[in-house]
């Protein structure tokens, strides 16, 4: 089946212009997380969205970042004039009710020049 | 507050081989944790998951132990082969949801 996917997998853009990044969730999955991956470094958790509850927030580094997640499907991750700290992959995972299981996409990568 | 750490950072290893990756963590009030390989360019693949009642998860060549009151676990692959190069991340669950992760072992196996 479907797993889950993310698009683009790849971004170049400028300091200072927007991106949005898209997750598109395996079908059924209530669970959404957003995290971000610097080179060397873990994964940075960013924001989880559950069903219709208000989501968890509290990983967004910036009110720069801004994600919303549309009919508790699909999700976008958007970032406000970019900075070069900015620059990681952006891996999205979703998980059913219940499950303790993330199925990762495969993740976008961002470069801000 | 949660740290996870993963020792070695990086693994060079001949074919055959038996090997243990290491994950260690703060905080020994977790729900679970996982055990994940990720291969360049792609996302994570879940390996093992091991709930904070169990001390053990098997899956084929791989095992993973978890020792919740000293803040250790193990990932041991028997007989490594090339196929098993990717990267090695552990991760704990420290609330409803919430995952904390390593910055992983980068193995390599060589053929």
């Known amino acids: 089946g479907a797993g889950v996917s993310q698009s683009p997998s790849n971004k170049v853009t400028e300091k200072g212009k927007d991106v949005e990044l898209r997750c598109d969730p395996i079908?059924?999955?209530?669970?959404l997380y957003w995290y971000r991956q610097s080179l060397g470094q873990g994964l940075e958790f960013l924001i989880y969205?559950?069903?219709?509850?208000?989501?968890?927030k509290s990983g967004l580094p910036s009110d720069r970042f801004s994600a919303e997640r549309t009919g508790g499907s699909v999700s976008t991750l958007t970032i406000q004039r970019t900075q070069q700290e900015d620059s990681a992959v952006y891996l999205c995972?979703?998980?059913?009710?219940?499950?303790?299981?993330?199925?990762f996409g495969p993740g976008t990568r961002l470069t801000v020049l | 507050k949660q740290e996870v750490t993963q020792i070695p950072a990086a693994l060079s290893v001949p074919e055959g081989e038996n090997l243990v990756l290491n994950c260690s963590f703060t905080?020994?009030?977790?729900?679970?944790l996982q055990w994940f390989r990720q291969d360049p360019g792609k996302g994570l693949t879940s390996l093992l998951l091991?709930?904070?009642?169990?001390r053990e998860q098997t899956s084929g060549r791989l095992n993973a132990s978890l020792d919740k009151s000293s803040g250790r676990s193990t990932l041991y692959i028997a007989a490594s082969q090339p196929g098993d190069s990717a990267t090695y991340l552990c991760?704990?669950?420290?609330?409803?949801?919430?995952?904390?992760f390593g910055t992983g072992t980068r193995l390599k196996v060589l053929a």
């Open positions: 969205f559950q069903g219709n509850s208000a989501p968890d």
């Open positions: 091991i709930q904070s009642s169990q």
């Open positions: 995972a979703s998980s059913g009710v219940g499950a303790d299981t993330q199925y």
């Open positions: 991760a704990v669950r420290t609330g409803t949801y919430k995952y904390i």
């Open positions: 905080d020994s009030a977790i729900y679970n």
């Open positions: 079908s059924g999955h209530t669970a």
